[in-house]
């Protein structure tokens, strides 16, 4: 890799902001999902990393993440042989708009960039390459484009997108953005077959995407500029000004660009992609046995049925349990019911007021 | 307390033999449940002892118990400030007729022997204690009196004894021993009035009980009789001989000697009892809230209902849970259903083979 960006090669973004609570108690304030092998052996850092590894594709990534796991990040990065371009340390969370915005103007505007979640399974990382691979002249044209994931099931909890007329070759402009439907909307949607769902992978310029912040959110842009401007370089970490970034909105890029822009084009992937959003996603994807019980770690499972049994430096023994989610760490244990995962914020609401030391 | 015997005072035999792998994974094998705080603050012994400290009642015990558990068993009665008469370890277990054999070979003939499973708990203890002074004249005149417990419900996991004439006020003969009933039985021991459950705790002389293991166990009590004549004494420690004593046979002492010998009877007593078998007759004494939930430890428990839920040394969020057992340590976590607890043993033969450390 030289100095000079390749046209033809895509600037990966990761985003490795999040501190989710929701796969507590593995995943903590200190090490959330992307962080952690939540499923299969490799972290999820590192299965995106891997993703955009090949050279031939790739540009080395930018890395957008909290400045608490700057360490970790540079450790995984490493362990993975992947050369960091930049690793953006956002001095607060502001949400996705503003992460992806600091990104932006760190790359020249010509560059194409490729936006990934830093914690979400792809099963069929091809699948995602060949969709890239079909977005890459849109974006170059200007477009902003969103992939969308085969919406397998009419899951209540993701945001979905609606396919309008064609625009070229597998890829269509995006006719509205749906975040959370209820039940009956998301049946319809999938029912219609004109509906994905929002996996927040998107494909654009630097220089379109920086258009369309100053078009639809222009303070969100403002402060990314400032903090930018004002940034402190260390080796590949890039720390943007604290009080500049601070001052900008918390908001996502589907509520500050995708639902407002023109030029928005959906290209509909069938990767096996899931965001890992909850015990429940994760038990969908698990390896499970013929009673329908995946087992993970130190665990044994006697006469149960449909449940997720995880045990982490601790082992659990079930027996005769059923459609149940337990997952045990060294100083924590969860039990609920599966189906019913979202509900694990309830307990980090409790352990917040009790014991945050646990969080 | 000097070197005679009081005619009048009782001598407490309490039997801590015990490796109870049935609350694993609370109690292990160098930890079992009776040197455990189970049910309440103390430890199982500990609420054990302070049952026979009355000094005007009872001479110093006699504590009959594994060799491995020796230590803990003298830090303990040291801590309740009780003085041990005699700590007799068993070279092997060989279930209560040997234990009982060599207790009532280290006491004087004449002596009355209170035998009390050092694990059980008794919720009423001076209703325990009004019964013991029922039956202290005809332990003296050489009856082997058995307590027989409440019988609340038909359990089907207990002994039953049942009533026959009565030859005292407050005391019956036993007519009958059933050792765990189907549940039809069960169900018409309860109802006729006529039975109690047998909670294996006495109270004869020693001389009596002696006979009786001539007449109906010989090679018990001469298995005894020769680790008691060989055995070697260290401070409080006795230590009979292993060899003598490995060659009894392993026997309890309900059908050794109970079930055959003529003067046997029964002084029913309503004391709260509960032999802490087993998970689910720890939530039956449990303290629970409005939900049936009884929580131990660090716990939060939102939405659940008639769950056992118990953190001891790491914590345990349970939401939206119903009929469970959940028992965490820091290194093992144990998940069943409530009212199926004797399926523990499955989970402990699994861990014989695969993880015996975790036993």
């Known amino acids: 890799m030289d100095v000079l960006e390749s046209a033809e090669r895509v600037v990966p973004v990761i985003l490795c902001g999040g501190s989710g609570t929701r796969l507590w108690p593995i995943s903590r304030e200190r090490q959330p999902k992307a962080l952690l092998a939540m499923a299969g052996a490799q972290t999820m850092l590192r299965q995106t990393l891997s993703r955009v590894a090949d050279q031939s594709r790739f540009e080395a990534p930018l890395i957008v993440a909290n400045e608490a796991h700057a360490g970790e990040i540079e450790r995984q990065a490493e362990a993975a042989g992947i050369a960091i371009r930049s690793l953006i340390l956002e001095p607060a969370g502001r949400n996705t708009a503003p992460a992806i915005a600091l990104a932006a103007l760190a790359a020249s505007p010509e560059a194409v960039l490729l936006v990934l979640p830093s914690d979400h399974l792809i099963a069929d990382p091809e699948a995602l390459m060949r969709a890239v691979d079909t ?8 477009w902003l484009v969103t992939f969308g994931m085969a919406a397998e099931r009419p899951e209540t909890g993701y945001g979905y997108i609606q396919r309008g007329e064609e625009i070229a070759p597998g890829a269509w402009r995006a006719s509205r953005f749906v975040e959370k439907p209820d039940s009956a909307a998301a049946e319809a949607f999938c029912r219609s077959g004109d509906y994905d769902w929002n996996g927040g992978i998107f494909l654009f310029s630097a220089g379109a995407l920086l258009e369309q912040l100053r078009q639809h959110a222009p303070d969100v842009l403002a402060a990314a500029r400032s903090a930018i401007e004002a940034a ?12 500049a970034f601070e001052s900008s909105p918390s908001v996502s890029i589907d509520y500050a660009v995708m639902e ?3 030029r928005i084009a959906v290209v509909p992937v069938s990767a096996g992609w899931s965001d890992l959003g909850s015990w429940d996603a994760l038990y969908d994807v698990a390896e499970r046995d013929e009673s329908g019980v995946a087992t993970i770690g130190n665990v044994i499972a006697l006469d149960s049925r449909n449940s997720l049994i995880r045990g982490e430096g601790i082992f659990v023994a079930a027996i005769g349990i059923e459609d149940l989610v337990v997952v045990a760490t060294p100083d924590a244990v ?18 917040k007021r009790d014991r945050p030391e646990l969080l």
Chains 1, 2 share one sequence.
């Open 260 to 262: 407002h822009a023109d």
């Open 232 to 243: 402190r370089a260390d080796g590949v970490r890039l720390q943007p000004d604290r009080a």
């Open 135 to 142: 977005a890459a002249p849109l974006a170059r044209d200007g």
């Open 334 to 351: 969860l039990v609920m019911p599966r189906g019913d995962s979202q509900k694990v914020k309830d307990a980090v609401e409790a352990l």
